[in-house]
Structure formats: structure tokens, C-alpha cells
């Protein structure tokens, strides 16, 4: 692998891409090149802001358009935290200009859309993967051991993900969000992506057979609605059923229950540490006894805890899911995982929007 650290360059001065920048600059193998912005001056204080966050060796380079920024050769992977509704031309033109992809999530407006984009970086030989940092934390393998055969948890049968935060008065006009345009899939996309993605988790990739949804509430201007609370049923071919709610109008709360035939795990926070910088989870089983015909549930396994942050390392997820991109481009070893599970995930975002269009109509989703 290259002694040389891979070169980021940014598209767009996103909010969340200050956090991002904090994460390679942690992750001891990344450089920003360069941030653009639609304007020079906002790219410029971007930079300013982060480097007094987060300091690097090389100055950053404020560039005026993302197409400035894709044309220079000292970038090896782009960030792209640009709207949904505004992704896919910017990751084509990417891929097109031999950059590897760090996607933010949801991926775009529909499945074949991420599959063109896919199919862009596979073209050109460049990774493709989506922001899901959640899936780059340690914590999942400890997950995956108390799910493993013959394991605490027993056989799955039903998952259950809820992700919400009240976006407040002034959400709606004031957050690209609730913007038709730009977050077409409003709470489905921003925080359901995360709710399907951990049922994947738990699955191992296998999809589920139908989904039926509804958009409990949509929010937005006019007519120009999208969902603001959102509920989703999925049904597999196999014994398990999976459910989950997003809402931009409840309070915060981010939980995961995996349940089986012998115990179950509770995640909470499963996306991103909301409350005091630590992710945790619990894995429980209970056995039942019956003496005397008392029902007694013995206690078998202990809740067990992980603290991803006990190591020190701030947003160690981030950092992680850079590294990796980061160690990717280095590398030159693609691998095809990422694209696979994101295209995933879009194809059941688009059938949650399908059967939610239809009042909860039961909608069958194809196994290829
Ligand atoms: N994985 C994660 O942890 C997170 C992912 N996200 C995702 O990242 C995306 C960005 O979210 P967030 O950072 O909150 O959004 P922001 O509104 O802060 O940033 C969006 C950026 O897109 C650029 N942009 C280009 N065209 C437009 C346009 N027409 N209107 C508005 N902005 C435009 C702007 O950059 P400029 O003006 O500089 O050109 C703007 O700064 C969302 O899709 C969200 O779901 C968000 C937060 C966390
Ligand atoms: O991806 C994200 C992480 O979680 C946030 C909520 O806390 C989302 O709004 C954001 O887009």
C-alpha cells in the first residue's frame, strides 16, 4: 500500500461534512485537498472553521464548483454530502474522472439510479460507498456473535428499528430535509435508510420478500410534500418479520431489538451516539422453567455493554468508515460489498415509497 495518504477533496461545504473532516484527519491516513462550494467564500470559510476544529499539515484549497474540483489530478476519492435529489450527475462525474465515492445516504431517487452510479464506479474502477458509518463500528461483530447459530438469541424472528428527532418549528422552509427537490424521501430516506440497513444487518443481506408502509404524516410547503413520519412492515421467506418507524416530528430515540426464539439484543443509540458519546448494546436471555406451575424466566446470558468510545477515539465510526475508503484508494482493492448493500437498501426504500403510494398496499420486492 501507498506511504501516501489518500487525497479527499469535498463537494459542497455540507454541515455534516465538517464532521467528516474531523474523521480523516483522525484517521491517520487521509489528507483534504481541496473543499468546493457553489461559492468560493463559503468553501473558504468552511475550511477555516475546520482547520481551527481540526488542524492538518497541507492547507486545503477553497475551489469555486464541484466540476473545478473533479477536473484537478491530487484527489483520489470525493466526498459527496450534495442533496439527494442532486447526487447522482456529481457521483457519475466523479467516477468519471477516476475519483473513488464516499456517497452520503439516502444514495438517490431510486434504485436504478444507484445502480447507473454503481455501475459508473465499476466502469471506472473506483470504489463506490455510501456514508452508513454505523456499519464500519465495532460494536456489529459483537452483535453478530450474539446472533450466530445456536447463539443467546436463538433464531430470529422479528426486528424491530425505530430512529426520530423533533426537527422543531422552523424544520420545514428552514432544513433540506423537508425540501421536495432536494430530500425526496424526507424521513424515509434521511432516517429510514439507517432502520432498513440494520434489518440487512441482522439478515445477512437477505431481503425481504414484501414490504407494506404508509407515510403517517407528510410535512412540507404546498403541495411539495415528503414523508415526515413514516412506519414500514417487511416480511421474509424464512420465520422473520421485521418493522420500523422514522419521524422528524418525535422525540429522539434510536433503538434496535433483534429478537428470537431464545433471547434477544436491545441496541441502543444503533446509529450514532445521540446522548453521551458512548454506543452500547445488550444481549439477554431468559429461559423459562416451570416448577410447580410457576413460570419462572431464569436469566442465562448478561446484558453485556460495548463502549465503542472507552478507547478515546471521537466519532471512532466516522473515522473508521474514512480509514477504509481511505485504505481502499491506497490500495486499489475494490471491494464489491459496499455497492452491493446500498443498492440493497435503495431497492427497499423504493418499495416502502411504492406500497406507502398505495396506502400500505403489500408490496413484493425481487429477490435479485
Ligand atoms: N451519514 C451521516 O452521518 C449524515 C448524512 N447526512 C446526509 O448528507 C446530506 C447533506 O446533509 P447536511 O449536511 O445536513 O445538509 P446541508 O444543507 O448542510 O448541506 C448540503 C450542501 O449541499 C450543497 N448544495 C448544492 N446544491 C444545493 C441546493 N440546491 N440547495 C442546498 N444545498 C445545495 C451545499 O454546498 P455549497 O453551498 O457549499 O455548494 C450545501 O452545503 C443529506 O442527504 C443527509 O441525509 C447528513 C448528516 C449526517
Ligand atoms: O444521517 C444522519 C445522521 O442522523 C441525523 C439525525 O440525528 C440525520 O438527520 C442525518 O442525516
Known amino acids: 500500500?501507498?506511504?501516501?495518504?489518500?487525497?479527499?477533496?469535498?463537494?459542497?461545504?455540507a454541515a455534516i461534512a465538517r464532521k467528516n473532516w474531523k474523521a480523516i484527519r483522525l484517521s491517520g491516513n487521509g489528507v483534504i485537498t481541496a473543499v468546493?462550494?457553489?461559492?468560493?467564500?463559503?468553501?473558504?470559510?468552511?475550511i477555516a472553521q475546520c482547520e481551527a476544529e481540526v488542524p492538518q499539515s497541507v492547507t486545503a484549497e477553497a475551489v469555486e464548483g464541484y466540476d473545478a474540483l473533479l477536473q484537478r489530478d491530487d484527489i483520489d476519492a470525493v466526498y459527496v454530502p450534495l442533496p439527494t435529489g442532486i447526487r447522482k450527475?456529481?457521483?457519475?462525474?466523479?467516477?468519471?474522472?477516476?475519483?473513488?465515492?464516499?456517497c452520503e445516504k439516502p444514495v438517490a431517487v431510486h434504485g436504478d439510479d444507484v445502480a447507473e452510479m454503481i455501475q459508473a464506479c465499476q466502469d471506472a474502477g473506483v470504489q463506490f460507498m455510501d456514508g452508513v458509518m454505523f456499519d464500519h463500528s465495532t460494536r456489529l461483530a459483537g452483535i453478530e456473535d450474539s446472533l450466530r447459530p445456536g447463539g443467546p438469541v436463538g433464531n430470529v424472528r422479528r426486528i424491530q428499528t425505530h430512529f426520530s428527532f423533533n426537527g422543531g418549528d422552523d424544520f420545514v422552509g428552514a432544513n433540506i430535509r423537508a425540501d421536495a427537490e432536494l430530500e425526496p424521501h424526507g424521513c424515509l430516506g434521511d432516517l429510514g435508510w439507517y432502520c432498513i440497513r440494520f434489518t440487512l444487518f441482522v439478515t445477512g443481506g437477505r431481503m425481504p420478500e414484501s414490504v407494506s408502509a404508509r407515510t403517517l404524516t407528510p410535512i412540507g410547503q404546498g403541495s411539495a410534500k415528503v414523508p415526515g413520519e413514516f412506519s414500514a412492515e417487511m416480511r421474509f421467506d424464512d420465520q422473520t418479520s421485521a418493522a420500523f418507524y422514522c419521524s422528524f416530528l418525535t422525540a429522539n430515540q434510536q433503538t434496535a431489538l433483534v429478537s428470537g426464539d431464545r433471547g434477544y439484543v436491545a441496541v441502543d443509540d444503533f446509529v450514532l451516539p445521540f446522548y453521551d458519546g458512548s454506543?452500547?448494546?445488550?444481549?439477554?436471555?431468559?429461559?423459562?422453567?416451570?416448577?410447580n406451575c410457576r413460570w419462572n424466566f431464569r436469566r442465562v446470558s448478561d446484558g453485556r455493554r460495548v463502549d465503542e468510545f472507552a478507547g478515546g477515539e471521537p466519532d471512532a465510526q466516522e473515522v473508521r468508515m474514512v480509514r477504509h475508503l481511505g485504505d481502499i484508494a491506497l490500495s486499489g482493492q475494490l471491494e464489491s460489498h459496499w455497492p452491493e448493500i446500498s443498492l440493497k437498501t435503495q431497492r427497499v426504500l423504493d418499495a416502502c415509497r411504492r406500497s406507502a403510494a398505495e396506502q400500505g398496499a403489500v408490496v413484493c420486492i425481487e429477490s435479485s
Open 89 to 102: 450527475p456529481w457521483v457519475l462525474k466523479a467516477a468519471a474522472a477516476g475519483k473513488h465515492v464516499l
Open 36 to 46: 468546493a462550494s457553489r461559492s468560493v467564500q463559503r468553501a473558504a470559510d468552511f
Open 1 to 13: 500500500m501507498s506511504s501516501q495518504p489518500c487525497r479527499w477533496g469535498f463537494l459542497g461545504a
Open 279 to 291: 454506543l452500547h448494546w445488550t444481549e439477554n436471555r431468559h429461559d423459562l422453567q416451570v416448577d
